[in-house]
């Protein structure tokens, strides 16, 4: 077996220091985790959340370089191509003081591949998970997965004895509204340990004194209290008062006062996620609109002209701020697959999508709802204002409806919705996890996030072979031709790729994460 050997002494953002200082570090965002349950929600701030209490087999640093995590050693077989081998830590111990080994991988692993977890596209091509031995582990993929490991970088480790004794074997049905003792308790091998939990009113945090990377991370944030503000007013204000010391969503009309305050400092990064619109093309009639016996989003000219009726630039000058970059992809930058050609931004020619609006029968146009989150993006629902004004000029009569995340994403996966916002950020660097999520027909292995009811039993095909396609310049022509179907049908009404602006007290030392997930063992306090 030939292993990929990585040492974790040159991959730390932040070199080993020890316990230099010891203190309390007081967090707020936007909006709060969804769910403890590791396999339940696959959702930025949730995941964030998580990673203080949790860990997977490889995790991402704070500039978003793979680094070993419960794993040591990873990489493909020499014998076997279809196979790849991991060397678990050992030593570790989750926060009830049980051991963490190979069982509790397994477990874990064929866990997030169950029909309610949000994870099992990551694990599509999993044939099997397997021990080799206490401390090896054997994934073997329905032939040769090139980019296995960049699937586990949020993939969280569970204590198979604790899930089974606290009956959460079976992952939390979020979407179905499901209550489980997983959603709501934590026993991690993470480097804090749960103290408290009340959603969307705190969640504090401690030192696990007992953490394998005590001495190799700074450590110094010793405890976390984690208050979601949904108020951007409030939030700020908490920021400025000291009430907090970090808050990772500064709003952009605050961004010059937060920066020019006493103590006080912002930094700012593109973010790797996309903010877009999404729209039901796939069922005969719909329920959201005023049209009886059809559904005018299934035409093809009316989605290119919603598409270029919407201003990317002045939702980036008016509403942003500046503080964002338009988009004409639904893939950041950062992903392979990703070309500055696809990206380009569709010039706004409210003309010409009349026209389109006019060919496709509806000259008078139409009403439906928009579904929008309101805590979840920066300035999400903001964003869903402006663009009812810019459809508007198209005869596109829209009907806002924002809401709380926890309401509005299980309008998607469970098909309530017939237009919506969504943002995707992608954790494995490549177009294979944005086809498995969006663009894949909805069934029990993919698409669970495609709430465009499109359907394309040839491209699910090309999309499924991905996994297994080692010669990377034939994927990557295979991606390519998948981007062009995506384009050139309009699935999706892309927006803007996301800059992130985090505020904090000067004393907080850190880098922007492009994942927007602070991972509070590498933060040092001045």
Not at 206 to 230: A, L, S
Not at 329 to 357: C, H, Q, R, Y
């Given at each position: 077996m030939k292993l990929l050997k990585t040492l974790?002494?040159?991959?730390?953002?932040?070199?080993?220091?020890?316990?230099a200082q010891a203190e309390t570090l007081r967090w707020a965002r936007a909006g709060d985790s969804l769910t403890l349950d590791p396999h339940a929600q696959n959702e930025g701030p949730t995941s964030a959340l998580a990673h203080q209490i949790m860990e997977p087999l490889i995790m991402r640093d704070m500039t978003g370089k793979v680094v070993p995590a419960l794993a040591t050693e990873w990489g493909p077989s020499a014998d076997n191509p279809n196979e790849w081998h991991f060397k678990l830590r050992e030593g570790v111990k989750f926060h009830d003081g049980a051991d963490f080994d190979s069982e509790d991988a397994v477990f874990s692993l064929e866990r997030a591949m169950t029909k309610d977890s949000d994870f099992k596209e990551l694990l599509a091509s999993v044939k099997s998970v397997r021990a080799d031995g206490k401390y090896g582990l054997i994934i073997e993929t329905n032939g040769p997965n090139p980019i296995m490991a960049n699937n586990l970088t949020n993939m969280f480790m569970m204590d198979k004895g604790w899930a089974e004794a606290n009956n959460a074997v079976k992952v939390q049905d979020y979407e179905g509204g499901e209550e489980t003792f997983a959603a709501r308790n934590a026993n991690g091998t993470g480097p804090y340990k749960l103290v408290s939990r009340e959603p969307d009113v705190k969640t504090v945090m401690t030192m696990n004194e007992n953490y394998w990377g005590k001495d190799e991370f700074p450590m110094q944030v010793t405890e976390i209290i984690y208050t979601p503000i949904q108020n951007q007013a409030t939030r700020v204000a908490a920021l400025l008062s000291g009430e907090v010391d970090f808050i990772q969503d500064v709003p952009v009309q605050d961004l010059a006062r937060v920066d020019g305050a006493d103590g006080l400092k912002v930094q700012t990064a593109p973010q790797n996620r996309v903010i877009f619109f999404g729209m039901n093309q796939g069922d005969a009639d719909l329920k959201a609109d005023d049209v009886d016996g059809k559904n005018p989003l299934a035409d093809l000219r009316v989605r290119q002209a919603m598409n270029m009726a919407i201003n990317r630039e002045a939702i980036k000058k008016i509403v942003m701020r500046d503080q964002s970059i338009p988009a004409g992809m639904i893939s950041p930058p950062f992903v392979n697959g990703w070309t500055a050609e696809l990206d380009a931004v569709p010039a706004t020619d409210i003309e010409k999508a009349k026209g389109l609006m006019a060919d496709a029968g509806y000259a008078d146009g139409f009403s439906i709802r928009l579904d929008c989150p309101n805590d979840r993006y920066i300035n999400d629902e903001a964003i869903c204002q402006a663009a009812v004004g810019m459809l508007a000029q198209i005869g596109v009569k829209v009907q806002l409806d924002a809401k709380p995340k926890a309401q509005h994403f299980p309008l998607i996966n469970n098909l309530e919705?017939?237009?919506?916002?969504?943002?995707?950020?992608?954790?494995?660097?490549?177009?294979?996890?944005?086809?498995?999520?969006l663009v894949h027909t909805k069934g029990e292995k993919y698409g669970s996030w495609n709430g465009t009811r499109f359907s394309n039993p040839e491209l699910d095909k090309v999309i499924e072979s991905l996994a297994a396609e080692t010669d990377l310049p034939k994927r990557n022509g295979m991606i390519a031709d998948i981007w062009k179907v995506v384009q050139?049908?309009?699935?999706?009404?892309?927006?803007h790729h996301q800059v992130l602006n985090w505020g904090m007290a000067d004393k907080v030392d850190t880098v922007v994460a492009p994942d927007d997930a602070a991972k509070f063992k590498y933060f040092k306090l001045n």
């Amino acid at each position: 077996m030939k292993l990929l050997k990585t040492l974790l002494a040159t991959t730390m953002l932040i070199g080993a220091s020890g316990i230099a200082q010891a203190e309390t570090l007081r967090w707020a965002r936007a909006g709060d985790s969804l769910t403890l349950d590791p396999h339940a929600q696959n959702e930025g701030p949730t995941s964030a959340l998580a990673h203080q209490i949790m860990e997977p087999l490889i995790m991402r640093d704070m500039t978003g370089k793979v680094v070993p995590a419960l794993a040591t050693e990873w990489g493909p077989s020499a014998d076997n191509p279809n196979e790849w081998h991991f060397k678990l830590r050992e030593g570790v111990k989750f926060h009830d003081g049980a051991d963490f080994d190979s069982e509790d991988a397994v477990f874990s692993l064929e866990r997030a591949m169950t029909k309610d977890s949000d994870f099992k596209e990551l694990l599509a091509s999993v044939k099997s998970v397997r021990a080799d031995g206490k401390y090896g582990l054997i994934i073997e993929t329905n032939g040769p997965n090139p980019i296995m490991a960049n699937n586990l970088t949020n993939m969280f480790m569970m204590d198979k004895g604790w899930a089974e004794a606290n009956n959460a074997v079976k992952v939390q049905d979020y979407e179905g509204g499901e209550e489980t003792f997983a959603a709501r308790n934590a026993n991690g091998t993470g480097p804090y340990k749960l103290v408290s939990r009340e959603p969307d009113v705190k969640t504090v945090m401690t030192m696990n004194e007992n953490y394998w990377g005590k001495d190799e991370f700074p450590m110094q944030v010793t405890e976390i209290i984690y208050t979601p503000i949904q108020n951007q007013a409030t939030r700020v204000a908490a920021l400025l008062s000291g009430e907090v010391d970090f808050i990772q969503d500064v709003p952009v009309q605050d961004l010059a006062r937060v920066d020019g305050a006493d103590g006080l400092k912002v930094q700012t990064a593109p973010q790797n996620r996309v903010i877009f619109f999404g729209m039901n093309q796939g069922d005969a009639d719909l329920k959201a609109d005023d049209v009886d016996g059809k559904n005018p989003l299934a035409d093809l000219r009316v989605r290119q002209a919603m598409n270029m009726a919407i201003n990317r630039e002045a939702i980036k000058k008016i509403v942003m701020r500046d503080q964002s970059i338009p988009a004409g992809m639904i893939s950041p930058p950062f992903v392979n697959g990703w070309t500055a050609e696809l990206d380009a931004v569709p010039a706004t020619d409210i003309e010409k999508a009349k026209g389109l609006m006019a060919d496709a029968g509806y000259a008078d146009g139409f009403s439906i709802r928009l579904d929008c989150p309101n805590d979840r993006y920066i300035n999400d629902e903001a964003i869903c204002q402006a663009a009812v004004g810019m459809l508007a000029q198209i005869g596109v009569k829209v009907q806002l409806d924002a809401k709380p995340k926890a309401q509005h994403f299980p309008l998607i996966n469970n098909l309530e919705t017939d237009f919506y916002m969504l943002g995707w950020g992608v954790p494995t660097y490549d177009s294979e996890y944005i086809f498995n999520f969006l663009v894949h027909t909805k069934g029990e292995k993919y698409g669970s996030w495609n709430g465009t009811r499109f359907s394309n039993p040839e491209l699910d095909k090309v999309i499924e072979s991905l996994a297994a396609e080692t010669d990377l310049p034939k994927r990557n022509g295979m991606i390519a031709d998948i981007w062009k179907v995506v384009q050139d049908e309009q699935l999706y009404l892309p927006i803007h790729h996301q800059v992130l602006n985090w505020g904090m007290a000067d004393k907080v030392d850190t880098v922007v994460a492009p994942d927007d997930a602070a991972k509070f063992k590498y933060f040092k306090l001045n």
